[in-house]
Structure formats: structure tokens, C-alpha cells
T-cell receptor, first 112, second 113 residues
């Protein structure tokens, strides 16, 4: 349900590795977002994109990168520069003028 | 920037009782206040939202109130049921775009049967 698919659901990363989290939506939304969620904390914005081929840093962009080559896809790469990447990552999208109502099911990333 | 404080961090109620979760915000220009419910390991769900031109909004057993002067807003759940058990997040923003939202830290609600 929801029209946003994140994969994988669980991901394990070794120290020093880059990993890419997938986010695909079929809702025809222009705006897409990546959030990070840590235990006991609210969602924090990593990156967002309001249109294809354009994206902006959020509050905690350091150590992450994104691309937006297609309207449907907004992958997030967690680079080795992110020193504490273990978290729950949520992708979201929204139509114009509407609130943030569409989330993917999340990817739980663990560093091993 | 905006700062959103949410209280309490945990709340335990008996089934059938009411539950109230409160949030305060710092930016007087904020005008959109959504609430999300997140069950364990699942995605957040938007359950209700309110804009600054109204003081209260209801949807069945849930309601949100907004006091712009005091810069606080609250979620009220009446006749709680075990399936209401989840983490609830408030948020505030100047617009309703996701990049503008600042989230509270969450409230874990436990409804005891």
C-alpha cells in the first residue's frame, strides 16, 4: 500500500563501505524526501528533491548523497563518511499543496 | 529555526480512557501541524492535521487543538483501544511541504486492556 517502495527492508554494512538504499514511487509525486529515525527521536531530514534533477540538503546531509534522475526514483547512498549510520531510514513523497502523507516501509541499516 | 517539544515521552492508559499528548513550538510563523502514528517497525501514518486558521479539528475518536498564542497544540484520543498503542509524533512547519517539517521526539502510547 501507499505507492512507495523501499528496498531492502534490512541492510548490513561493513565499516568503510558505501551502501545505497532504494526508493521508488508510482504516485506521480514531484517531491520526495529522505528521513533518518533514531530510537526515541523524531524524524530528521537528510535530503529532499522537489523536481527531477534537483535536490537539496536537509538538516543532517553530511555523509549522505542522493540522485534524482527519474521522477519515480530517489536513491540514498550512505557513504563511509557517515560515522554513525545505524538507523531506520524512511523515504517519503508528497503531492503539491498536501501534507507529508506517503511513506515507504523503511530500511533498517546496521553497521557490522 | 523551529523547535518542537513533545510530552510526555511515554503514556500508559487503561482501555476506554482518554489520552492527551502535547506539543509546543517555537516559530510563531508555523502554520501547519500534522500528527503521525507509527506502529513498531512500520511506516508513519498521517492521522490528522490542523492549520493555523482553525482552533480544533476532529475525526471520530481523535481531535487536535491549537493555541497559537501559547504556541502549543495537542492530540486527544478518546475511548482508547489496544490498537491505538503506538508511537505518536507531532510536527510543525511554515508550509505543508515535507522539507519544512520539524518533528517532536515522539510519545509511546500504551493502552492496557
Amino acid at each position: 500500500d501507499g505507492g512507495i517502495t523501499q528496498s531492502p527492508k534490512y541492510l548490513f554494512r561493513k565499516e568503510g563501505q558505501n551502501v545505497t538504499l532504494s526508493c521508488e514511487q508510482n504516485l506521480n509525486h514531484d517531491a520526495m524526501y529522505w528521513y533518518r529515525q533514531d530510537p526515541g527521536q523524531g524524524l530528521r531530514l537528510i535530503y529532499y528533491s522537489q523536481i527531477v534533477n534537483d535536490f537539496q540538503k536537509g538538516d543532517i546531509a553530511e555523509g549522505y548523497s542522493v540522485s534524482r534522475e527519474k521522477k519515480e526514483s530517489f536513491p540514498l547512498t550512505v557513504t563511509s563518511a557517515q560515522k554513525n549510520p545505524t538507523a531506520f531510514y524512511l523515504c517519503a513523497s508528497s503531492p503539491p499543496g498536501r501534507g507529508l502523507a506517503f511513506f515507504g516501509q523503511g530500511t533498517r541499516l546496521t553497521v557490522v | 529555526g523551529e523547535n518542537v517539544e513533545q510530552h510526555p515521552s511515554t503514556l500508559s492508559v487503561q482501555e476506554g480512557d482518554s489520552a492527551v499528548i502535547k506539543c509546543t513550538y517555537s516559530d510563531s510563523a508555523s502554520n501547519y501541524f500534522p500528527w503521525y502514528k507509527q506502529e513498531l517497525g512500520k511506516r508513519p501514518q498521517l492521522i490528522i492535521d490542523i492549520r493555523s486558521n482553525v482552533g480544533e479539528k476532529k475525526d471520530q475518536r481523535i481531535a487536535v487543538t491549537l493555541n497559537k498564542t501559547a504556541k502549543h497544540f495537542s492530540l486527544h484520543i478518546t475511548e482508547t483501544q489496544p490498537e491505538d498503542s503506538a508511537v505518536y509524533f507531532c510536527a510543525a512547519s511554515r508550509g505543508n511541504a515535507g522539507n519544512m517539517l520539524t518533528f517532536g521526539g515522539g510519545t509511546r502510547l500504551m493502552v492496557k486492556p
